[in-house]
């Protein structure tokens, strides 16, 4: 070992690690114990999607499929770790707003229990006009 390496910088490293990926599953452990399934995705299941749920924007590791059930949301494999799959019925669906970024049309999906943000491109919710509107919902 070297003379000057230290067992502080690595256990520093450690500790922001474990603080950084807990923080990063707390809002999706949360819908995980109202909403966890072992259904497999939907036919109309979209990979390695841009979106946000709660605090963290997963970018390019979202995948999210539409059923007549619900919403089926789940992360890429290799960075999956604690992150159960999950299948949020309409139902949950407290109110869905625009949130428009630059060039790019996405809702922002508000849920009942618990109360979570989520949100996702306009054009993989579009299947599911009906099953919103079934809610009482109104198409943007």
């Known amino acids: 070992m070297p003379k000057n ?3 502080e910088y690595v256990a520093f ?4 690690t474990v603080v950084v990926m807990f923080v990063f599953a707390y809002d999706w452990k949360r819908l995980a114990k109202l909403y966890r399934t072992h259904e497999p995705p939907p036919p109309n299941f979209s990979r390695m999607e841009h979106g946000s ?4 924007y997963y970018k390019g590791t979202l995948n999210v499929g539409v059923s007549s ?5 789940s992360v890429f494999p290799l960075f999956s770790f604690g992150t159960p799959p999950l299948l949020i019925p309409w139902s949950a ?4 707003e625009p949130a428009n970024a630059l060039f790019v049309e ?9 109360q979570v943000k989520i949100i996702i491109r306009k054009e993989i919710l579009s299947p599911a006009k009906e099953y ?3 809610q009482g919902f109104e198409w943007v």
């Not at 490293?13 to 922001?16: A, P, S, Y």
């Not at 749920?53 to 963290?56: E, I, P, Q, R, T």
């Not at 996405?106 to 618990?114: G, M």
Request: no cysteine; proline share 3%.
């Open 106 to 114: 996405r809702f922002r999906l508000y849920l009942r229990e618990p």
């Open 13 to 16: 490293f450690l500790v922001t």
């Open 132 to 134: 919103l509107a079934a």
């Open 93 to 96: 669906i407290q109110k869905i």
């Open 69 to 73: 059930e619900g919403l089926y949301l």
């Open 5 to 7: 390496f230290s067992w």
């Open 53 to 56: 749920v709660g605090l963290v």
